[in-house]
């Protein structure tokens, strides 16, 4: 018995020693892995320096060639510098990917591949980080003076350990793209995090436990403004929002407290969600030429058109058709190759009238935001609702550096109390859209509410001086979800009046509506249909206490894209039948 004891504890000694050994051994292959990572990007972050030498910039991250197209990256751009044998072989004057370079891009040289990735052969493991305010802003190059915020806080290279991109082509992950690799991908240095190379030539190592707004602030050379001028940016260089289910919609008489308005001028119910959208509006204005009746629904209709420059033709769609099945499905069939992610229903109209005419009107924007906010994990509890919901913000119990990189993404326009503020979010869609939450008081209607809002805009409050949210500071928003359709009944049986001719009625008076707002930004659809038939105080005020702006009570959304003359959506949100609930 005691030899049998005395072989098993010896055994056990045995594969302790054998685990520390290898753990040793695997801790010292991490740590030559991670030495050569450093001497690569510091040879990398050299050689952009020598090339800023002599070109006084930066290297664009790509560079276009005679046809518009992408033709080399900033990695075939520094090859005179790193591996002028392989420069000396690669045709600048064709694209990438020519018969020629072709062959040059299935071996990459060593000073491009990371030893910790592991990558195939004509994989890349360094990149640049392209977005519209970081220090690659696609084709344009940035000069070092450039870098307002320090060229040491400010991220000029990374090692990505997952990315399939060939080291020769022209291609670099985006910034959103980035963000999200870093927090999911586990693979490089056990999940520990990823070195990377400053602007100033220095390498270091960053945690994967980085909050996220400190790692996005670190990959923004200036504060508060843009690197990429006066162009129109790549539409597949824009963030993306993740696929939403775009589940069916509810019919709005199955909501308790919401309403769905006509126009923005109908009168407003302070304790409930009030929702009004252009497109019904949009519809509305192809038809009310000659459209008289003694109804006052259509009065405010009739005095309020909406301004079409105050939405851009590709996120609107209109037509009007004869309701035939032809006319429909040609209709149907454009919308599907204008908007191909959404199907949007259209409904039967009666055949028993001489004439009848659909008026159709559709609006779809996705907003992404360039940087995505933190999800909060804890409940909000909204005004006075029983039920938490979920919110996302920024919040300022996590230790960050600064919040440079949402200067830009989040501006105070207006603050009067922490129950009193107006805030904006940039969105990075096509449009670059607005998103405007306001907590104050409630005007008679959601169009004397949102004036109310533009008067604050335009002229603050006087104390108010502080644009940007600062370290100690909240945003905290709630995540709105619904889905709905509505039919305004009030209207439909409403006949022109005698004066008119052709003579016709309302037969048809239909609005669906869809928003999502979370971290990841906005997805927003809305269709309006008509069918017609027949023949036919201020409180006490300290400018500089620590601002809390928690949407937890009742709150104005306004969607507009940045010229507009006005929003083309408008929402008062006064309890949680809009909100997505806690924990789902």
């Known amino acids: 018995m005691s030899r049998t004891i005395t072989l098993v504890a010896a055994s056990a000694i045995i594969l302790f020693v054998g685990w520390v050994v290898l753990s040793v051994i695997r801790a010292q292959r991490a740590d030559a892995a991670r030495d050569a990572v450093r001497q690569d990007l510091g040879r990398l972050m050299t050689a952009m320096h020598q090339y800023h030498d002599d070109y006084d910039s930066f290297p664009p991250a790509f560079v276009k060639g005679p046809d518009g197209e992408r033709w080399h990256s900033w990695r075939a751009l520094l090859l005179p510098y790193v591996a002028p044998d392989t420069a000396v072989d690669y045709r600048y004057a064709e694209q990438w990917n020519s018969p020629h370079n072709s062959q040059l891009a299935e071996s990459a040289p060593p000073i491009f591949q990371s030893e910790a990735a592991s990558p195939g052969p004509a994989t890349a493991s360094y990149f640049a980080v392209v977005g519209r305010n970081t220090l690659w802003p696609a084709w344009q190059s940035l000069r070092i003076a450039s870098v307002t915020d320090g060229a040491s806080s400010t991220i000029a290279i990374v090692e990505d350990g997952r990315s399939d991109i060939c080291w020769l082509e022209p291609k670099d992950p985006r910034i959103d793209e980035f963000m999200q690799s870093y927090y999911t991908d586990m693979t490089l240095h056990n999940g520990m995090g990823r070195t ?125 058709t004869d309701t035939s099945q032809e006319q429909d499905q040609r209709m149907l069939a454009e919308i599907h190759k204008r908007f191909s992610d959404v199907a949007p229903s259209i409904h039967q109209v009666r055949k028993d009238a001489d004439r009848r005419l659909r008026f159709y009107s559709m609006i779809r924007k996705q907003m992404p935001f360039e940087i995505r906010f933190d999800r909060f994990t804890g409940a909000l509890r909204f005004s006075q609702a029983a039920a938490p919901v979920n919110s996302f913000g920024i919040d300022p119990a996590t230790e960050r550096e600064n919040l440079k990189a949402f200067t830009a993404q989040v501006t105070i326009l207006d603050d009067r109390g922490d129950d009193n503020c107006v805030v904006r979010l940039s969105t990075a869609g096509p449009q670059q859209d607005q998103i405007i939450l306001a907590m104050l008081p409630p005007e008679q209607t959601l169009l004397d509410t949102w004036t109310t809002v533009e008067d604050l805009i335009r002229e603050p409050n006087p104390a108010h001086n502080r644009r940007s949210l600062e370290t100690n500071e909240t945003l905290c928003i709630p995540i709105i979800d619904f889905s709905l359709k509505h039919h305004f009944t009030e209207l439909e049986g409403l006949k022109t009046s005698p004066s008119v001719f052709p003579r016709y009625w309302i037969d048809l008076a239909f609005m669906e509506i869809r928003l999502r707002l979370d971290d990841t930004g906005a997805d927003f659809m809305s269709a309006g249909e008509f069918a017609v038939v027949g023949e036919f105080g201020e409180p006490e005020f300290d400018p500089k206490r620590i601002r809390n702006f928690t949407f937890s009570r009742p709150f104005l959304v306004a969607l507009m894209e940045p010229l507009a003359t006005q929003p083309y959506f408008l929402a008062w949100i006064a309890n949680e039948e809009l909100l997505e609930s806690f924990g789902e």
């Open 196 to 320: 990377v190379a400053f602007a100033d030539g220095s390498v270091r190592f960053l945690s994967g436990t980085i909050d996220r707004v400190t790692l996005a602030s670190l990959l923004t050379p200036s504060t508060g403004s843009d690197t990429f001028r006066n162009d129109i940016w790549p539409d597949d260089l824009r963030p993306v929002l993740p696929k939403q289910l775009l589940y069916a919609p509810r019919t709005s008489d199955s909501m308790t407290c919401t309403d769905i308005h006509a126009s923005a001028k109908q009168p407003l119910k302070p304790e409930w969600n009030q929702i009004w959208c252009a497109s019904f509006q949009i519809a509305w204005d192809q038809l009310s030429q000659g459209f008289d009746c003694d109804n006052e629904t259509i009065a405010l209709l009739n005095q309020s058109p909406f301004d079409p420059a105050s939405l851009s033709s590709e996120a609107t769609f209109s037509a009007v």
